[in-house]
T-cell receptor, first 110, second 111 residues
Framework: EDQVTQSPEALRLQEGESSSLNCSYT??????LFWYRQDPGKGPEFLFT???AGEEKEKERLKATLTKKESFLHITAPKPEDSATYLC???????????FGRGTSLIVHP | DTAVSQTPKYLVTQMGNDKSIKCEQN?????MYWYKQDSKKFLKIMFS???????INETVPNRFSPKSPDKAHLNLHINSLELGDSAVYFC??????????FGPGTRLTVL
């Protein structure tokens, strides 16, 4: 069965303290690995899609990487406005219908 | 504004009632979805609807029925509401299969 596991469940950082969020997955035939950001009381916001091991994508202070077993979301010099829940999801087989992990709740203190 | 919108934002109702949640997207996307996010923030897909093709998630009770009057709308009707149906329901649409745009969510509370 396809599974997505995110760690840690929660992460507290000081402003400027870089760190990484982990998403490990088990799947036969990865179609895509997705990262979303969700603010409290709002719907998830798309960040990245990664398709194959070795691929990297960047957006402002965020950088997503992918290996054959896991993906990392690196946050460089975070700011308080980066505080949110970050969701990882994957799609496999013949469709892009995603299976989501439970998310990492990130709080960045000023 | 171009977006995915949902109504209502909050829905409080008694067990056994029937209710509907409406979703509209003005992004011109062909595919729309319904998701359920439980109290532990776990987001799980319920339905995917691509033009005239409905893909049903087998774990969803048949009390839940999506209805799409046109490409821009995908409504969710729920019969005989149960306590366990309490959750936040998100509608989403996508231009390509790999990127989804989510609505703001509807918080359903069943008493």
């Amino acid at each position: 069965e396809d599974q997505v596991t995110q760690s840690p469940e929660a992460l507290r950082l000081q402003e400027g303290e870089s760190s990484s969020l982990n998403c490990s997955y088990t799947v036969s035939g990865l179609r895509g690995l997705f990262w979303y950001r969700q603010d409290p009381g709002k719907g998830p916001e798309f960040l990245f899609t990664l398709y194959s091991a070795g691929e990297e994508k960047e957006k402002e202070r965020l950088k997503a990487t992918l290996t054959k077993k896991e993906s990392f979301l690196h946050i460089t010099a975070p700011k308080p406005e980066d505080s949110a829940t970050y969701l990882c999801a994957m799609a496999s087989g013949g469709s892009y219908i995603p299976t989501f992990g439970r998310g990492t709740s990130l709080i960045v203190h000023p | 504004d171009t977006a995915v919108s949902q109504t209502p934002k909050y829905l409080v109702t008694q067990m056994g009632n029937d209710k509907s949640i409406k979703c509209e997207q003005n992004l011109g996307h062909d595919t729309m979805y319904w998701y359920k996010q439980d109290s532990k923030k776990f987001l799980k897909i319920m339905f995917s609807y691509n033009n005239k093709e409905l893909i049903i998630n087998e774990t969803v009770p048949n009390r839940f029925s999506p209805k799409s009057p046109d490409k821009a709308h995908l409504n969710l009707h729920i019969n005989s509401l149960e306590l366990g149906d309490s959750a936040v329901y998100f509608c989403a649409s996508s231009p390509r299969a790999d990127e989804q745009f989510f609505g703001p969510g509807t918080r359903l509370t069943v008493l």
